[in-house]
């Protein structure tokens, strides 16, 4: 009788377990997506650009239009890193440098990115300037 | 008794000198540069064991990177 009430358990758990699983699948997509026409335009025409601590800027004069978008990336940016610092057990500073590395690595030519000293610079088919801690 | 401390006493001060001079050889190292350089090294050793899991973090989420 025990036996078979656990047995009873035991599957709820595990159709719960499928169904949360399939939950995540769905949530997983949104994530996924593509970027926003007016993100991926914004980094094409240079108004905004790759910094060095893992964080998108404003590179010329700043609209309310241009602040609102980066400020939404950034934030989102911000929760994805702080969610994987703490998995890997490394601050949140840490984490962002470390994608900031690769995000500028990734610019593509005509893209922005921020160097060591501050600067903004046009990435071309050079590799970018980088902070030494890199590697 | 008291005799002891004073001798104990003499040869701290005999010590002394060398240890200044040991000291005056630390000073006169340049100290900055290298805690400069080992922070950087630690640092660039972080970025290195976290580039694996922040690549794939950027790829999971292309909407935002």
């Given at each position: 009788m025990h036996n078979a009430i656990r047995m009873i358990a035991g599957r709820k758990v595990m159709l719960?377990?499928?169904?949360?699983?399939m939950l995540a699948a769905g949530l997983a997509t949104p994530l996924l997506a593509q970027r926003d026409p007016a993100y991926d335009a914004a980094r094409s025409s240079g108004n905004i650009g790759e910094k060095m601590d893992g964080y998108l800027g404003i590179v010329g004069a700043t609209t309310p239009d241009l602040k609102r978008l980066v400020d939404d990336i950034n934030i989102k940016r911000r929760a994805v890193y702080a969610a994987r610092a703490q998995e890997n057990n490394a601050t949140l500073e840490e984490y962002a440098i470390s994608a900031g590395c690769q995000l500028v690595l990734k610019t593509v030519p005509g893209e922005k990115y921020q160097a060591p000293d501050g600067a903004w610079h046009t990435r071309t088919a050079e590799p970018p300037v980088r902070?030494?801690?890199c590697g | 008794m008291r005799e002891t401390v004073l001798r104990s006493r003499s040869a701290g001060l005999a010590i002394l000198p060398a240890i200044m001079?040991?000291?005056?050889?630390?000073?006169?190292?340049?100290?900055?540069?290298?805690v400069i350089e080992l922070n950087i090294n630690i640092r660039q050793e972080v970025i290195y064991r976290l580039a694996e899991d922040a690549a794939s973090t950027i790829e999971e989420n292309e909407d935002i990177f």
């Open positions: 719960a377990g499928a169904a949360a699983v902070d030494p801690r | 001079l040991a000291g005056c050889i630390n000073i006169d190292a340049p100290n900055e540069p290298i």
